[in-house]
């Protein structure tokens, strides 16, 4: 038989395990809102960048802790800046050493595995690698024939893999080699991004490896898959978020469904992201980019409604509706990046013929 504290120490020790799991359930009834894990973008106008810089922006990227931009050629100050910079302290510092023009510029800019890569059309070179701390960029391969200009730039499996201008479209490099990825497709690539594992291309093509696949299609290391029935029309952009792949381009259907320029596949299904986005304007390239800052999805391009909102060119998506940002731009919307907890846009000749804009 037990002693008497025994008993009250039984007691006690069953009541605080009581306790602990009612206080457990009302925790699960009434949890405490997430805390988010990300620093949502903020502001009411848009103000111009570095005013004395005039060049027109192709494309933006956030790389060792700085905006950098790709831009044609342009003379500030009485010196030619060509192609590549960075942007830091209102100011706009050129990252590329040339005295003379040496072609197109840089159109777009990557960063994958932790390097800066670049694409365009130069003398010497169509993917370049930047060289950290230096203003060196280092052209990754040379293959005259082979390559003209560079749709798209992913890294798959330890290789470098990029869409050309001729068929069959879709490239891979390793160790200097440049190889087919599978037997490529019927059209070219706007697009490339890693998803769950494989390799997904996107563009105005409608097979893959010999397999229909209807404007967007995945590569597993071995064979072309189709992501369900596609879309009706071109991709043009790819994004990641909220743990599903969203793409953009000249489509109103996703999946046999309804989705006007704008669609999530998680890997089994597409949606729609609202009603979408619309435009008056026929035949146009509606969104231009998409940028994910946690659970905000910016989109721009030049369209006129987001969901069932008016808005001008850019709008933002939460990830249950649509909103505007900033009031709009009153000129079509370009390339996107979020630096320094601020949004920056380009493209848009918004405030004194600027290209390179900054939401405050």
């Known amino acids: 038989m037990d002693s008497p504290n025994t008993t009250s120490m039984k007691f006690w020790s069953l009541l605080a395990l009581l306790f602990m799991l009612f206080s ?16 949502p973008v903020t502001g009411t106008k ?19 802790n700085k905006l950098w931009l ?7 100050d009485s010196t030619l800046h060509t192609y590549v910079g960075y942007y830091e302290s209102d100011t706009v510092t050129p990252q590329f050493q040339s005295n003379v023009d040496l072609g197109f510029g840089f159109t777009r800019l990557y960063v994958l595995d932790e390097d800066l ?6 003398v010497g070179g169509n993917v370049f690698k930047y060289r950290s701390g230096s203003s060196q960029w280092e052209a990754q391969f040379s293959s005259p024939g082979v390559i003209s200009n560079i749709y798209g730039l992913a890294i798959y499996d330890g290789s470098l893999v990029f869409g050309a201008f001729d068929a069959p479209y879709l490239h891979m490099e390793s160790n200097g080699t440049i190889t087919t990825v599978g037997t490529g497709t019927n059209g070219r690539i706007h697009d490339l991004i890693v998803y769950k594992s494989d390799l997904i291309a996107a563009g105005n093509f409608t097979a893959a490896g010999g397999n229909p696949t209807n404007f967007i299609a995945r590569w597993n290391g071995r064979n072309w898959l189709a992501l369900g029935r596609g879309t009706d029309g071109p ?15 000249n489509f109103v259907e996703a999946g046999g469904e309804p989705a006007y320029h704008i669609a999530a596949w998680d890997g089994e299904n597409w949606e729609a992201l609202g009603t979408g986005i619309t435009a008056d304007i026929p035949f146009a390239q509606v969104i231009s980019d998409l940028k994910v800052n946690g659970k905000e999805l910016f989109v721009s391009g030049t369209f006129n409604q987001a969901g069932t909102i008016n808005t001008s060119n850019i709008a933002k998506w939460n990830g249950e509706y649509w909103s505007e940002v900033g009031g709009g731009l009153t000129s079509p919307g370009g390339s996107m990046e979020i630096y320094q907890n601020q949004l920056y846009v380009v493209n848009a000749r918004d405030v004194g013929n600027n290209f390179f804009l900054r939401l405050e």
């Open 24 to 39: 457990a359930c009302k925790k699960d009834e009434n949890p405490e809102p997430d805390t988010p894990s990300y620093v």
């Open 46 to 64: 848009w103000v111009e960048v570095d005013a004395a810089f005039q060049a027109f922006v192709n494309d933006l990227a956030v790389y060792e």
């Open 70 to 76: 790709a831009y044609d050629s342009v003379y500030k």
């Open 117 to 122: 890569y670049a694409t365009g059309s130069l």
């Open 235 to 249: 991709v043009h952009n790819m994004v990641t978020y909220d743990g599903k792949l969203v793409v953009s381009g």
